[in-house]
């Protein structure tokens, strides 16, 4: 089941301190309705009783998909290490040390990066090849010319199959301007996957995918 817990937080635009309770770690399969909110990203948002503006409360976050058996954490504070289990232990409990051994259990530093982790292991995608699909991605934009690619201005958005006949992998940009979608053929992705087929972290292990591990995976 998912976990709340009561903060106090300040209202940007008046000041204002709000008692408001959080989630501190959502179960999709026991609270389906929370799923949308975390992608439309209206999860932890309260609305300031002064002067109506919504606050959204900044707050480590656990992920939990029993079904598909993975969990993403999104960890705001840069100083825990990585894989301490400082995360809820009411949720973990719930599953046995045996099961989390199936698990796909990653960690994130941002909200883009744990929207993204969520979408990807919600398609049932290759983490791995993914991550070196955006390199390869990131040279081809024309507007990323001397730019150089930080893990953190290309994130995958969705797989579009509803407009046209071949799959398209879309992925959100971040570059001079403002955020811009692109969209690549689904076979540049299965050509990675084929070249590049042990691109897989294991399971039951915490991992940061991001391109840290993919420059620790190649050397």
């Given at each position: 089941m998912s976990r709340?817990?009561?903060k106090q937080v300040r209202c940007p635009k008046c000041d204002t301190i709000l008692s408001v309770n959080v989630y501190e770690s959502i179960n999709v399969a026991?609270?389906?309705s929370l799923k949308p909110k975390v992608f439309d990203k209206t999860l932890n948002v309260h609305r300031c009783p002064s002067c109506a503006t919504a606050v959204m409360v900044a707050c480590d976050l656990l992920y939990h998909d029993p079904t598909a058996k993975f969990m993403v954490w999104l960890r705001l504070n840069e100083h825990q290490e990585s894989g301490r289990r400082d995360f809820p232990e009411a949720e973990i409990s719930r599953v046995s040390r045996y099961a989390l051994g199936s698990y796909k259990l990653r960690l994130t530093d941002g909200w883009n990066e744990f929207l993204e982790r969520i979408?990807?292991?919600d398609e049932k995608l290759n983490e791995g090849t993914l991550e070196a699909l955006k390199l390869v991605i990131w040279d081809q934009i024309p507007e990323n010319a001397g730019i150089?690619?930080?893990g953190r201005n290309l994130h995958f958005l969705w797989t579009d199959d509803l407009l046209e006949e071949e799959v398209k992998l879309c992925f959100n940009f971040f570059s001079t301007g403002a955020a811009q979608v692109v969209r690549y053929p689904r076979a540049l992705?299965?050509?990675v996957l084929r070249d590049s087929p042990n691109l897989k972290?294991?399971?039951g292990q915490w991992t940061h995918l991001n391109l840290n591990y993919m420059i620790g995976q190649s050397t």
């Open positions: 709340m817990v009561e026991t609270d389906p979408r990807i292991l150089k690619y930080t992705y299965e050509n972290p294991k399971d």
